[in-house]
């Protein structure tokens, strides 16, 4: 008996590693401070989950089309494109079980061995995980860190692009850095990707998730784009929807018929139910989004605010999401670090506050001398985060 090798090119999503670490402190009676996953404590909106349980309770419990309910296909087409001042339709749109399988769909559709795709790194695991699965080659492009923020290192992405560079993924309202592209810099990698004929994976999980009154951006909407760009839509984060497992693929129609035959090969459909529910709902409840928003950023400010007290830290406001992703050079050389997995598993067992590293976004780049450490604050209430970064202050300081 054996496994197929493939598996050892299949990577995994470390923060769940750090979950277990976390769950397993808590169950020895120790008090944590979840940090580390970007899950949300918050209820789904009341109206979906009354819609849901009404769907649920009349019929709509079979098979539905492998694209999706088309009222809901609808739906989305329309949210998407009234946000990026784009026209989609029906045939734009195919309906998934959450965020993550359109990345490993776009890339199925895409790559012959050997074929080279960039991915963001630090950025999220999945993205390099299925390059290599699906028998492509990850090449990195990073970031520079600037005044307000992380910029795109262009000049290196650009060096990077060969002959047999098929894709680019693109994650803009960044895990884990919470990266904003200028318009500058979006302009400059589309025009890189139509000179290289490169398709476009635009993972959008956090395009709503944001806290500046500027409208959002999107790569999608510069001319010669849409017709390259695949839009990776998700529910998980603007509704506290992370259980739910529903999504969308939006994209050029040709490249979404072959993501509904893989829709077809693996899960056949997407529940049926939640689907119902949604196209009934989710253009009318800009108010309960806009209600989880404003409490991510009472906590996206209570966060700043504490860590900027702790001698050695100094960190932006980030306008996008609900990571920081902070250096943490100084404090742990202040401690006697040099080791960061050691500092993230003491400061667990020292203060209960669990975060994830850099290491857990993908392999560090040779030359990376910063450290730094990803803080979601989607998960734990103001409370707890006062208390638990009061102890890894004293923790820090002391």
């Known amino acids: 008996m054996r496994f197929s090798k493939k598996l050892d090119d299949l990577g995994t999503e470390t923060a769940f590693a750090v979950s277990a670490e976390a769950r397993s402190w808590s169950e020895k009676g120790r008090k944590v401070y979840p940090f580390h996953l970007g899950d949300i404590n918050m209820e789904t909106p009341e109206i979906i989950r009354v819609a849901t349980n009404r769907f649920m309770n009349n019929g709509k419990n079979g098979y539905c089309s492998s694209e999706g309910v088309i009222e809901l296909r609808e739906a989305i087409a329309h949210d998407v494109g009234s946000k990026r001042s784009i026209d989609y339709d029906v045939e734009n749109v195919v309906i998934q079980p959450g965020g993550k399988p359109t990345i490993w769909k776009f890339l199925a559709s895409v790559i012959d061995r050997g074929d080279e795709v960039l991915y963001p790194n630090p950025g999220y695991p999945i993205y390099e995980s299925q390059i290599r699965y699906q028998g492509g080659i990850p090449i990195p492009y990073g970031y520079t860190e600037i005044q307000n923020g992380f910029a795109i290192d262009i000049e290196k992405l650009s060096s990077s692009i060969k002959p047999n560079t098929i894709a680019l993924i693109y994650n803009n309202y960044q895990n884990p850095i919470s990266a904003s592209s200028s318009k500058e810099e979006m302009e400059s990698l589309a025009e890189l990707c139509i000179e290289n004929n490169l398709w476009v994976l635009s993972d959008d999980a956090y395009y709503e998730i944001r806290y500046s009154d500027d409208p959002p951006l999107s790569i999608a909407n510069i001319p010669g784009m849409k017709e390259r760009t695949v839009i990776l839509y998700t529910f998980s984060k603007r509704f506290a929807m992370t259980g739910w497992r529903i999504g969308a693929s939006v994209g050029p129609k040709e490249m979404i018929r072959q993501i509904a035959r893989l829709n077809i090969n693996d899960e056949s459909c997407t529940n049926h139910f939640i689907q119902c529910a949604l196209a009934e709902t989710m253009l009318d409840i800009d108010s309960d989004a806009n209600l989880i928003l404003s409490k991510l950023k009472d906590r996206r400010d209570l966060c700043v605010e504490s860590l900027n007290s702790i001698s050695g830290f100094s960190l932006s406001r ?81």
Not at 328 to 357: H, Q, W
Not at 367 to 385: M, N, P, T
Request: glycine letters at 8%; one cysteine or more.
């Open 318 to 398: 980030p306008e996008s999401t609900f990571y920081l992703y902070v250096n943490v050079s100084e404090p742990m050389k202040n401690k006697g670090y040099d080791d960061i997995d050691k500092f993230r598993i003491d400061a667990l067992r020292n203060t209960g506050v669990s975060f994830c590293t850099r290491n857990h976004f993908g392999t560090p780049k040779v030359g990376e001398d910063e450290q730094y450490i990803r803080l979601a604050y989607s998960g734990i209430s103001k409370i707890e985060i006062q208390e638990g970064l009061s102890l890894f202050k004293d923790w820090i300081e002391n």
